[in-house]
């Protein structure tokens, strides 16, 4: 069974910075494709980026150049690095794990396990 807790949100200021965490609990960390994912209230969930075992990325154009996915293999846990926030960035952000069976690793591929949730307040 695979557990997955999301720790690091808060409180910042627009253009500040924060770093999430997510610790996967389970077997074979390595195989699996892991997302961030992010759900403002009133507005559809969001992929933000996913991240293979071997470091390739798929991030949604609105964070490219600011947010900066990476992933422990040895400690199975996954990082976001979020710089230059934004108001709109304001959401409760999810990790996310998916058996890829060799696929593709992106956010649009069905995510089996999910975390409770951290959240992310921008204010301006």
């Known amino acids: 069974q695979v557990r997955l807790v999301e720790s690091g949100g808060g409180s910042v200021q627009a253009g500040g910075s924060l770093r999430l965490s997510c610790v996967f609990s389970?077997?074979?960390?390595?195989?699996?494709?892991m997302g961030w994912f992010r759900q403002a209230p009133g507005k559809e969930r969001e992929g933000v980026v996913a991240?293979?075992?071997?470091?390739?990325?798929s991030y949604a154009d609105s964070v490219k150049g600011r947010f900066t996915v990476s992933r422990d293999n040895a400690k199975k846990t996954l990082y976001l690095e979020m710089n230059g926030l934004k108001v709109e960035d304001t959401a409760m952000y999810y990790c996310?794990?998916?058996?890829?069976?060799?696929?593709?690793?992106?956010?649009?591929?069905?995510?089996?396990?999910w975390g409770q949730g951290t959240q992310v307040t921008v204010s301006s």
């Open positions: 389970g077997y074979a960390y390595s195989r699996y494709c």
């Open positions: 996310a794990a998916a058996d890829l069976l060799g696929g593709s690793c992106y956010t649009n591929i069905h995510f089996r396990y």
């Open positions: 991240v293979d075992s071997a470091g390739s990325t």
